[in-house]
């Protein structure tokens, strides 16, 4: 479904009604980046954030997960030491509850 700018250029609007519904309508939602400098100067109600925020508040969510691995194959590849990035395998739990859209809010980091 469209979301932020892809669907400001498709339809006119950051988040249509139908990306809620079937949202709603779904196990779990994946986002990839829904914004760039593209549109950084549209008025509030065009804003990609303003629209994450409302399909955060639509949803009822209260945090989002990220995940962070790094594949054997991609260890030489970081700019960070082998020592550091082998093995590594996290999940970061971003709690959206604190304040109205909990932008700056600390991160708890889980290591499984």
Same mark, same amino acid.
Not at 1 to 14: H, S
Not at 99 to 107: I, K, N, R
């Given at each position: 479904? &469209?979301?932020?700018?892809?669907?400001?250029?498709?339809?006119?609007?950051?988040?249509?009604?139908? %990306?809620?519904?079937?949202?709603?309508?779904?196990?779990?939602?994946?986002?990839?980046?829904?914004?760039?400098?593209?549109?950084?100067?549209?008025?509030?109600? &065009?804003?990609?954030?303003?629209?994450? &925020?409302?399909?955060?508040?639509?949803?009822?969510?209260?945090?989002? &997960?990220?995940?962070? %691995?790094?594949?054997?194959?991609?260890?030489?590849?970081?700019?960070?030491?082998?020592?550091?990035?082998?093995?590594?395998?996290?999940?970061?739990?971003?709690?959206?509850?604190?304040?109205?859209?909990?932008?700056?809010?600390?991160?708890?980091?889980?290591?499984?």
């Amino acid at each position: 479904m &469209l979301l932020g700018g892809a669907a400001l250029d498709a339809t006119g609007v950051p988040m249509p009604n139908e %990306t809620l519904v079937v949202s709603k309508q779904s196990d779990a939602v994946l986002l990839g980046a829904i914004g760039g400098y593209k549109w950084d100067k549209n008025e509030k109600h &065009l804003k990609s954030e303003t629209r994450l &925020l409302q399909l955060r508040s639509g949803l009822q969510v209260f945090a989002n &997960l990220r995940l962070a %691995t790094v594949f054997p194959h991609l260890v030489d590849a970081s700019t960070l030491k082998k020592e550091v990035v082998e093995g590594v395998d996290l999940m970061v739990v971003r709690e959206l509850t604190g304040g109205q859209s909990s932008f700056g809010s600390p991160l708890i980091i889980l290591n499984f």
